[in-house]
Structure formats: structure tokens, C-alpha cells
């Protein structure tokens, strides 16, 4: 690999590049989502505005009418999806609160939900990911509403995302909350990125795991295999 090439994919240097010699490389370079320092300088509100504002010379710079009714409003519907709803789980005040109770049942096999719908979008083209998450977990003595899974799972994938960062987040948020080792991700998901561009295969899919402690064995791998799939 040239230096030339190196310096693209650590992002230093683009200028006199084409698109093409960048490239479509999906780089997984860490478990914590690459934030500014001053992240949260703004207010959600300002954010909305200055985001209304770019998007609105991006619509102008590829030669949209926005004075047409259907247009007009389309910056500020933009700003408004991006804050509140696609890209909130990079705030941190928006993470789900969690109660945990304890497992008065004496429940010690797998818990598994299975089929968690998400959206989510690829940082390196902001289109969609769409799939489903199945999370599995053997209590250490407290155990966790299931609805709780879910909101922590969507939590993570409403922000730009690579899906093996998405995958180690959920695993490791769930290893803190639940204070154990035994806690299983699996991802399936669909990426637009592959599917609406580039290569414009529709029918390939992604999958992406996690396996710890107890389910780091092949044994409890097909056990958690014959639940996802029955």
C-alpha cells in the first residue's frame, strides 16, 4: 500500500484526490463513536439552525428550487431529523435510563430477545443501515427489562455507524449494566451504502457478533443459534 493510499484512509490528506481513490474502505477504527471535544457547545436548537442553514445551500448548490412549496421547508424538516430522531444517540442525554431487578426467580440460563428492529446510518455515506439485533445475556444476579434491551440497541444505532463498533458498543454498555461477562450480540443488517450505490448489490447482508464469557463456546453458540433461528 502506497503512502499516498495511507494518508487518504487515515483521512490527513483528500485535496487532488477523486472520490473514487478515496475509496469505499468501511473502517472500524474504535469502540467510541469519534466526537468532537466541543460536541455539545451548541444547543440542540442551535444545532437545528446552523444544520437548516448548510442544508439549505447544499439543496441550492445542486440547483433546487426552494421556493417551490414541496422544498421550501425541507432544510428545517432536515436539521429537526437529524437532532431529534436519526442521529440522537450521539447526546448522551438521551441514553436510556436503566433499572435493574433483582432475578428472584433464580433464573441462570440465557436470556435471549431476538429480532430488534433498528435503523441506523453508515458514517461513511449517511445512508441507512437497516437490520435486526438479537442480545442474549445469563444474569449475575440482577437482570433487566426487556424493553430496555431494545431502547439500548437503538440508543447506539441512531448516530453515523459502522456495524462492528455498533455490535461492541451494545455488548459492552449491557456488560456494564448487567456486571458480567456473559453477554451475547449478533447484527444482521442490510446497508444501503451497498445496496443504493457503489456496487448495488440488494441482496447481500451483513453480520456481525459478539460473544462473551459463557457464550464465548461452541456449545452455547449453537444453543443461542437454535433460539435466534426457531
Known sequence: MSTDTLKIKNGHELNGFTTSEIGDDHLFTGLETPMKSDAFKLSDQEKKERIAILFEEIMDVMGLDLTDDSLKGTPQRVAKMYIDEIFSGLNPANKPKVALFDNKYQYNQMLVEKNITFYSNCEHHFVPIIGKAHVAYISSGKVIGLSKLNR??????KRPQVQERLTNQIAEELKAILDTEDIAVIIDAKHLCVSSRGIKDDTSATVTTYYGGQFNTPEK?????????N
Do not use: M, R
Not at 453458540?221 to 433461528?229: A, D, G, R, V
Open 221 to 229: 453458540i449453537t444453543e443461542l443459534h437454535n433460539y435466534i433461528n
Open 152 to 157: 439500548i440497541v437503538q440508543y447506539y444505532a
